[in-house]
């Protein structure tokens, strides 16, 4: 049987990164053109981070590097070499979640919830930076990451309470994000399920 061994792909040459994921360091063996994505899915098993349009469009791929956002599908995963790169899975603390999950899963900010790790953590990044961000702040910090689901609004409310508890006050979701403009002002339970 006749075997065409010029057209077979060769075997790119691997390189070895170091670099800190999540608190941890790890070294890596690569092919020096896979991105940040491809190294986190399919070289570290980090499925959290997602993979959407890979043009730097879409903003679900993001994660943390020296605690900036970065596309990790347009960043080569060379680039972190001796960086500290953080994912959604490195977000919560040993117990409990962090405030902004807490935050996005009491008001509904995640439905799909495909944009939400890439959302979450470039949310991070601005309380990181602004302990109080306007609500202007909160737009423009999330205007790369789009999300299908949500109409956005409880994403922004979910980041404004997130701050709140992480400044250390006593906040509540608005009970119209929780129930709709038709609640009941004397309690708890939406006018519409009594
Ligand atoms: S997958 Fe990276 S921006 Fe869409
Ligand atoms: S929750 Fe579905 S895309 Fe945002």
Request: glycine share 10%; hydrophobic share 40%.
């Amino acid at each position: 049987m006749e075997t065409f061994p010029d057209i077979l792909p060769a075997e790119p040459t691997r390189v070895h990164v170091g670099f800190q994921v999540n608190g941890e360091s790890v070294e890596v063996a690569f092919a020096p053109h896979k991105t940040l994505l491809e190294v986190l899915r399919e070289d570290l098993a980090l499925t959290g981070t997602k993979h959407g349009c890979e043009l730097g469009e879409c903003g679900t791929c993001a994660v943390l590097v020296d605690g900036r956002p970065v596309l990790s599908c347009l960043y080569l995963g060379l680039e972190c070499a001796g960086r500290r790169v953080e994912t959604v899975e490195g977000m919560a603390p040993a117990a409990g979640l962090h405030p902004l999950q807490k935050a996005f899963a009491d008001l509904g900010a995640a439905q799909c919830g495909y944009c939400t790790p890439g959302i979450l953590l470039t949310a991070k990044a601005l309380l990181d930076a602004n302990a109080s961000p306007t609500l202007d702040e909160i737009k423009e910090a999330l205007a790369g990451n789009l999300c299908r689901c949500t109409g956005y609004i409880k994403i922004f409310e979910a980041v404004e309470l997130a701050a709140a508890w992480t400044r250390g006050e006593d906040a509540e979701p608005r009970k119209e994000t929780l129930y709709g403009t038709d609640y009941d002002e004397s309690g708890l339970l939406p006018v519409v399920n009594r």
